[in-house]
C-alpha cells in the first residue's frame, strides 16, 4: 500500500518514520520547500513538556522522550537543554487558576509543585524574580527544549529513509485525486501519486483537504515570539517562566 505525506514538519517526518516502519507500507514524504522543517517547525520553540490532564498526550509525551533519548543517543546533531518551568500568578484570580490547574494535573501523575510567592527563593534560585509580585507559583521541574527543530525533523527523516521511505523535497501537492468520495492519490508537480494521503502540512492543512473537497473544522492562530539578549552573559540557563 502507497502512502503520501504531505508536509515535511516535525509531523510529517515523525509519520514517515513510523509508517515506514511497518510492513507493507510504501511511504512517499513530500516537502515544498527545498529543506525539510523549513516553515512553522523551523520557527517554533521545540518545547518538551511532561504535564497535562489528558491522558493519551501525557502517554505520547513519555513515548515522545523515550524516542529523543533513543535519537541522541545515535547521533550529537541534536542538542537538548533541560530547564525549569514556572507559572506565576500576580493576582488572587491567577492563584486560584494555578490552584486549580495543580489539582486536575495531580492524579495524571504530572510532576509539579504549589509554591507560595513569598517562598520562591527559599525553594528555588531564581534571583531574576521579584517575589513581592507575585502571589503564587506552579514549579516543573522536567522541562526542556531543543535547541535546533530542524535536527529533530532530520532525525525522523533519515530513519525513515534508512527504512525505505522516499523524501522529496522542492516537490508541491497540488492536487489530490478522489474517486466516488474516497481519496485515490495525489498530484505533485504535475504527476500523479496513487495512495492513502496524510495531511501534516500544520497551518496548509485546510487548503489540502480543500483539494478532496474536505471543510477541515480547524483555524489557526499566529503566535508571537519575542527574542531578548541579555545585557551581560548568562552563567546559567533560566527557567521558563
Not at 517547525?41 to 529523543?68: F, P
Request: net charge negative.
Amino acid at each position: 500500500m502507497n502512502v503520501l505525506v504531505v508536509g515535511g514538519g516535525i509531523v510529517g517526518t515523525s509519520v514517515a518514520y513510523h509508517l515506514s516502519r511497518r510492513d507493507g507500507l510504501d511511504v512517499t514524504l513530500f516537502e515544498r520547500g527545498e529543506t525539510l522543517g523549513c516553515e512553522t517547525t523551523g520557527k517554533s520553540s521545540v518545547g518538551l513538556r511532561q504535564y497535562g490532564t489528558d491522558e493519551t498526550q501525557l502517554r505520547m509525551k513519555r513515548y515522545g522522550k523515550r524516542l529523543y533519548n533513543e535519537f541522541m543517543a545515535e547521533t550529537s546533531d541534536m542538542r537538548y537543554e533541560p530547564t525549569e518551568v514556572i507559572h506565576v500568578a500576580t493576582s488572587e484570580a491567577g492563584r486560584e487558576t494555578i490552584e486549580r490547574t495543580r489539582a486536575s494535573e495531580h492524579p495524571m501523575g504530572s510532576p509539579s509543585e504549589h509554591i507560595e510567592g513569598s517562598e520562591l527563593r527559599d525553594v528555588l534560585v531564581v534571583p531574576e524574580i521579584r517575589e513581592e509580585s507575585i502571589e503564587s507559583a506552579l514549579y516543573r521541574p522536567n522541562g526542556g527544549y531543543f535547541r535546533s527543530p530542524e535536527s529533530l525533523v532530520h532525525a525522523f527523516a533519515d530513519r525513515a529513509a534508512s527504512a525505505g521511505a522516499t523524501v522529496a523535497t522542492g516537490t508541491e501537492i497540488t492536487d489530490i485525486t478522489v474517486r466516488e468520495g474516497r481519496v485515490e492519490g495525489a498530484v505533485a508537480d504535475g504527476e500523479r501519486h496513487a495512495g492513502a494521503v496524510v495531511c501534516a502540512a500544520g497551518p496548509w492543512n485546510n487548503a489540502i483537504a480543500d483539494m478532496a473537497g474536505v471543510d477541515l473544522p480547524v483555524r489557526q492562530e499566529r503566535l508571537h515570539l519575542l527574542e531578548l539578549e541579555p545585557s551581560e552573559p548568562l552563567t546559567r540557563t533560566l527557567p521558563k517562566i
